[in-house]
T-cell receptor, first 113, second 112 residues
Framework: DTAVSQTPKYLVTQMGNDKSIKCEQN?????MYWYKQDSKKFLKIMFS???????INETVPNRFSPKSPDKAHLNLHINSLELGDSAVYFC????????????FGPGTRLTVT | GNSVTQMEGPVTLSEEAFLTINCTYT??????LFWYVQYPGEGLQLLLK?????DKGSNKGFEATYRKETTSFHLEKGSVQVSDSAVYFC???????????FGAGTRLTVKP
């Protein structure tokens, strides 16, 4: 059983398109996250949700909109894709907001052409 | 603010060599410290952690000791294997705060 799963694993699309990435965790965790990893492996937090409530919203273009239908799911929708959005996007979860370890999904490699 | 600085890579070692990857942190209060490993094409996995000063985290032959006096959490392994080739991330989170800060990552390549 995969603890944190993401779909799709690879996403190739053209500039200007709108796309979504889905994430699900079966760990019973309250808190979920989206990270962006660039080509140099630098990892940057984008959003975090706790029990469907937005907690962290870093300086991210408003073309990126997260949605959490329930605490086991956190999706990321991206409008008007740009070349600079090409990266690997990771979903993660943690038990709660108390700062413990996070469990990561396998990542979605987004390529914008 | 809270931040983590780890040694720049890449690091290339021969099999059975000793590994040290340095990590220092800046934080208010008493953070928890972590090492994560990312194998090629995969997500990050927790390697080890320490939650208070002088704690030693260990797993798969890797060790790191939480040193408050030097604000460090260096990763060590006595004898690396080819299968240890990966990117290693040092991270911290403050208790009761889910904003985890990651270092820039250090790529390790182990040659036979």
């Amino acid at each position: 059983d995969t603890a944190v799963s993401q779909t799709p694993k690879y996403l190739v699309t053209q500039m200007g398109n709108d796309k979504s990435i889905k994430c699900e965790q079966n760990l019973g965790h309250d808190t979920m996250y989206w990270y962006k990893q660039d080509s140099k492996k630098f990892l940057k937090i984008m959003f975090s949700y706790n029990n469907k409530e937005l907690i962290i919203n870093e300086t991210v273009p408003n073309r990126f909109s997260p949605k959490s239908p329930d605490k086991a799911h956190l999706n990321l929708h991206i409008n008007s894709l740009e070349l600079g959005d090409s990266a690997v996007y990771f979903c993660a979860s943690s038990q709660d907001l108390r700062g413990g370890e996070q469990y990561f999904g396998p990542g979605t490699r987004l390529t914008v052409t | 603010g809270n931040s983590v600085t780890q040694m720049e890579g890449p690091v290339t070692l021969s099999e059975e060599a000793f590994l040290t990857i340095n990590c220092t942190y800046t934080a208010t209060g008493y953070p928890s410290l972590f090492w994560y490993v990312q194998y090629p094409g995969e997500g990050l996995q927790l390697l080890l952690k320490a939650t208070k000063a002088d704690d030693k985290g260990s797993n798969k032959g890797f060790e790191a000791t939480y040193r408050k006096e030097t604000t460090s959490f260096h990763l060590e392994k006595g004898s690396v294997q080819v299968s240890d080739s990966a990117v290693y991330f040092c991270a911290l989170s403050r208790n009761n705060n889910n904003d985890m800060r990651f270092g820039a990552g250090t790529r390790l390549t182990v040659k036979p």
